[in-house]
């Protein structure tokens, strides 16, 4: 058994636990972190973020060849086949080279990686069972233990033919239908996946419409255009039980306001209806530590909880569950513990959904500030007027940016279209450094680029759009 002392000592070695340990071991701090996984990156790194984006890249891949390549005059002499095998294990070795990519970072920093399940065990303590067993002391502890899968109730989960989103990420074989509980932004990046490998894929949404926390008209256009792609859809609707057989899944449905049931059959069920805060077993409540009502920890606005000494970070506490929030928290404690006064502007935190098109969104959506009754005005930029678009003949989607009427400051950014993740950047930053529209379109665009409907859209606001 070991005794060591740490000034920090971090649970959960996911993006905002392992980028917190960096950043503190650059500020001279001794630092550990435990993790139970056999590879560090947490969910994110190991069956998340990275694995499905591998899977989103090599599925697109595949689709263009069998069904875009023609358009630009390319042809590929007989069958397309897909060798699954051969994508997973693609699959893996990014998942593998990320492991071994934080392992090296550890080393390099000279942060200790304590392997096996840890707990708060009191008086600054944190006690770790497996093979780094032991009572470690620190100065400072720090929750980042993340998220799990959100069960279902009246769903069993067996990872083969009813599965999460980690079941999903290494089917053996491309089921023939597929039944998405959830039409949020895994179910429509898992169910991509599989729909344009072969699969008929049905989302299932319990409101009446896919990605509700996005703006409204990005939602109607996302679906319209993956119901295009093939995905079908039933909104409004609760899944109220599973049966699982050598046939399939048989699943029991409803309408969401209560009505008459329906039977639907599919090989795969996916429950994907969101995650939830992974607390269990970290002994909260014995060091102290409350949770709120959704069992996140409580903190105040330093990421302290209310333990003295024991912080918290990412989606183990309130906010959007995303790997670059749990990032960004992590170094800002770091540098709070340090002594610095950093911020962090939650307003500015960008999220993206990698289906294609991608879809991406930063600040409030038209809805919101509707109902805050904020006075607003809005520039819009359809892809079909951009000549790079039509280039790449990815002309689907538009660009909109809400400015208040007031202040003139842009409020909210939101794209569906091609490379959104990437050109909604030039948007957070306008957002963090308090831009208008017009800082935007006096800006220089290059041409012939995607960024030009920015640009576009940017004049919308002021009425002066050029190309349409």
Known sequence: MSEQAFDVIIIGAGPGGYTMAIRCAQLGMNVAVVEKDAGLG?????????????LLHSSELYHNAAHGFAQHGIKIGGKIDIDLPAMMAQKQSVVTSSNKGIEFLFKKNKIAWLKGEGSLAGGGKVAVKGEGAGTYAAKHIVIATGSEVAPLKGIEIDEKQVVSSTGALKLPAVPKSMVVIGGGVIGLELGSVWMRLGAE?????????????????????????LAKQGMKFKLGTKVTAAKADKKGVTLTMEAAAGGNKEEVNADVVLVSIGRRPYTAGLGLEAAGVQLDERGRVKTDGHFQTTAKGVYAIGDAIAGAMLAHKAEEEGVVLAELLAGQKPHINYDAIPGVVYTWPEVAAVGKTEEELKAAGIAY????????????????????GFVKILEDEKTKKIVGAHIIGADAGHLIQELVMALEFGASAEDIYRTVHAHPGLTEAVKEAALGVDGQIINM
Do not use: H, Y
Request: glycine share 6%; aromatic share 6%; proline share 5%.
């Open 42 to 54: 947490g969910t994110c790194t190991n069956v998340g973020c990275i694995p499905s984006k591998a």
């Open 201 to 225: 894929v049905t989302v299932v949404e319990f409101l009446d419409r896919i990605l509700p926390t996005n703006d409204g008209e990005v939602s109607k256009t996302m679906q319209r255009i």
């Open 377 to 396: 005005k809005t520039g819009k930029f359809p892809f079909t007027a951009n000549a790079r678009a039509r280039a790449m003949t990815m002309t689907d």
